[in-house]
Structures are given as C-alpha cells and as structure tokens.
C-alpha cells in the first residue's frame, strides 16, 4: 500500500457517517431546545490559547499538543479541545455586549487533536461535543446543563449512565484547600510521580488527578475539599443538589474529583459508565464544570460559564449495537435500451426535484442485474422504462416490499408516487 493515514486517524466511511450524522442530529434538536446555537472555531488557534486555558501542567499541553510554526513563524496549534477557541471568540467578538442576549449559549462539534499513543477510543484525531454557556453564576443553569447532558445521552440510548458530581467553591474555599493539600502531599513529596512533584509547587489539585499508581495510593487519604467549603459555597453545592432532586436526576457526590485549573468552580461533574466495549471498565462519557475565571483569563471580563464535552469516538463504541441506522432509496430507476437511458436523466431529475432520493444504472447492465442493484440499495419503488413505455409516455411502477405493479404515466410520476406515498 503506497498511502496509509498517519497514525492515530480514522476514515469515517459511508455506513458509518450515518451514525456521526445521527448522533449530530440528535445534538443540534436537544441543544436547540435549550436555546444552545451551534458555534464554528477555528480548529488551529495561537498555541497561547491553549497554554492559557489549560494550563502549562495540564498533560494535553506539556505532552499532547499538535504545534508548530507556520510559514510566517506564528506559534499555532490544532485545537486539543473545544472550550478554548470558544472562549477566544467570545472574548474577541465581544459576545458579552449588551446587544447579546444573556446567558450566550453555544454547542460546537467537531475535531480534536492530540499526540497521544493510539489505542481502542484514544486516537490522535478525535471528535467532542460540548457545549458552553456564558454569563449567568446561577445553579440552575448548572443543573439544566447536566440534565440536557442526560437527555443527550439518554435520546441516543445511553443506558447505566452513573452521574458523579462535585463542587471546587468559590476562590476563598479554593485556597483553603489549595493549603490543605500542600500540608497533606509535602511529607510524601519524595514518592510522588516526577510529574506530581512538579504539580505540588505548580498545581496540587492536579495530583488528584494523577493517573499513577503510586501517586493514586497517597491521594486515597488527601483532604476532601468538602471540608474546605466556606458557607456560601456548601449551601450552593446543596441548593444545586436540591435541583438535580427535582428533575430526578441520580448522582453521586465524588469528593476526590477534580478538574486542575485555576479557572473551575463550583459545580464539575461526570457522565461515566461501565460496558463491555471497554472491559467493562468504568469510563467517563461526558465531563464539563463551571469555569468562572476562563473567559477573564483570556482578556475578556470577568464572566462566568459552564460547559462541557464528550469524545464522540467513545460514545460510539458504546452505541454501536444500538444503531441501526439504514438509509433507503426512494426510486431506482430500471431503463431498457438506449432511448430509456437518454430519457432518464431528465426523469431522475424530476424526481430528485420532487423530493424523492432517487438512482440509476449507470453501466448499461442487464434488467436482472439493475433489479439486483435497487434490492441491494433498499430501494422502496422501482421504475422501470423502455421503448415501450417511452413511446405511451408511462412506466412500470413497482413497490419493491410488496411487489405491486402498475403502469403510470411519465408526465405524472413523481405526484402519482406522492400520492402512494400518503396513502
Ligand atoms: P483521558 O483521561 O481518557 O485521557 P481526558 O481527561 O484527557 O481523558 P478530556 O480532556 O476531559 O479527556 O476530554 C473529554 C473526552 O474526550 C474524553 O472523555 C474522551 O471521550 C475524549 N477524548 C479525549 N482524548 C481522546 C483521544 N485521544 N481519543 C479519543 N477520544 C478522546
Ligand atoms: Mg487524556
């Protein structure tokens, strides 16, 4: 084989593009009920960008971005995730101007990219969904947003979804904590991970995030920031637990969840499950969080947000089964000789005009073979022509599941087919 893909991509085949566009269907109608526009980013943004938002310890930007400079020496890179391009935005098309409707709800699709050693739902390109809401601190956004992640989820036939949800307070309880975890992690500093060393000085959230072992063992008895909580934080963590009540929504409070940078608040959460497309294994689906500082960070005012995101990849491996999605033909189109061939373009462009998904023989094949094609296709009608039929202007129309035929006449398939349609 002289070309291969580059390592870690995927082609998205016909067959398996239905899925994609389903899962994007279902997207657009949920988050539309919600207000949520859709929003298109750049997928390569100023390196800054991304070093800004997720921090320099974070592992997507010490180890996992796309870099490089361009012909002009810029520092760009293609985007790890979605959150920080659309915050760019915001920030650069001043979406928090008084003409703007508050919050500012967008959703956004599409590809991500990081270098990262492939394996089964981890690849180098890969595609999130999220979504991301500007402009309002209240719980009952944070509590809508995790049900229309549900609803997301739910509508695609997600089962045995388990929602795990935290608070990181405010920046008075944050500090708190920060403080209690350095107490807690300097003594082990020796056998932390080379990286958690570093995180101790830079970032000690980040350490319970640590995916090493060892690290993984000291982190079991770390402080729980549930004890650092001032009073205004707790009483909004339960006051949003009041909510998710309400809207019978089952989750489980994860104290050791953490999401490392400075910008979160209050409210994270994840949607995680346990499936046999992942040994059953407990993987998180779905991941967002309330990021009051991000939008500051990157030169805008200070705003508050919430967003989150999930790796469409996974989401299809878990789907898998349940998708059986198959697009049918409307009309195949049966000619006999050439006079039929050359009177069919204009016939499947009606057709098509009319509305109907609508095909043809393009190899000048036998009548048994294009019959073979239209079962193959699903065709739900053929219709056939030839000399014949030609010549009395009609054609031989056949419903492919039950077998009826019957001539009509040319001039007026498609508003006969229309009308077996209806019936
Ligand atoms: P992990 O712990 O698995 O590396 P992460 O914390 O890096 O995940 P996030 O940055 O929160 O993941 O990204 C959100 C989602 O994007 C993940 O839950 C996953 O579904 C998806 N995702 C992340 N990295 C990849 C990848 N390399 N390939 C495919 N999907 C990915
Ligand atoms: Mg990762």
Do not use: C
């Amino acid at each position: 084989m002289r070309y291969q893909k580059p390592k870690g991509t995927m082609d998205i085949l016909p067959g398996e593009s239905q899925k994609w566009q389903y899962i994007e269907d279902v997207a657009q109608k949920v988050f539309n009920r919600y207000r949520f526009s859709e929003i298109r980013t750049p997928i390569f943004e100023s390196y800054e960008v991304f070093e800004r938002s997720s921090g320099d310890t974070s592992d997507i930007v010490s180890k996992e971005m796309y870099d490089f400079k361009d012909k002009g020496d810029r520092h760009l890179a293609l985007r790890p995730e979605g959150t920080a391009g659309v915050v760019r935005a915001y920030v650069e098309n001043k979406l928090y101007g008084p003409e703007h409707i508050k919050p500012y709800k967008v959703w956004y699709k599409g590809p991500m990219f990081r270098y990262e050693r492939p394996q089964s739902g981890r690849q180098r390109q890969f595609h999130q969904i999220g979504v991301e809401a500007f402009g309002s601190d209240s719980p009952e956004l944070d509590a809508e947003i995790i049900s229309m992640g549900l609803e997301f989820l739910g509508q695609l036939g997600v089962k045995n979804l388990k929602v795990a949800i935290n608070t990181l307070g405010d920046p008075e309880s944050r500090q708190n904590y920060h403080q209690a975890l350095v107490d807690y992690f300097t003594p082990f500093k020796d056998q932390l991970s080379d990286d958690s060393k570093i995180r101790l000085d830079k970032n000690p959230l980040r350490i319970l995030d640590s995916k090493d072992k060892n690290d993984q063992k000291i982190v079991e008895n770390a402080p729980s920031i549930l004890d650092y909580l001032n009073d205004e934080s707790q009483s909004r963590f339960e006051y949003l637990k009041s909510l998710l009540d309400d809207l019978n929504v089952n989750y489980e409070v994860d104290h050791t969840m953490v999401r490392g940078l400075d910008y979160y608040n209050h409210t994270i959460f994840e949607f995680m499950v346990t499936d046999p497309a992942f040994n059953n294994k407990e993987i998180t689906v779905l991941a967002g969080g309330r990021y009051n500082g991000l939008v500051s960070e990157l030169g805008g005012p200070e705003t508050p947000g919430i967003g989150f995101g999930l790796g469409v990849e996974r989401l299809l491996l878990l789907l898998d089964d349940n998708l059986n999605l198959t697009s049918d033909l409307d009309v195949y189109l049966v000619t006999i000789g050439q006079k039929a061939e050359q009177a069919s373009v204009k016939i499947l462009s009606k057709l098509r005009a009319a509305g109907f998904s609508a095909d043809k023989d393009y190899l000048q094949r036998k009548t048994k073979a294009q019959f073979k094609t239209a079962n193959n296709l699903n065709a739900k009608y053929t219709v056939t022509i030839g000399d014949n039929e030609l010549e009395n202007d009609t054609a031989n129309v056949k419903n492919m599941a039950t077998g009826d035929e019957h001539p009509v006449s040319l001039e007026k398939l498609a508003d006969e087919l229309k009308r077996i349609e209806d019936k």
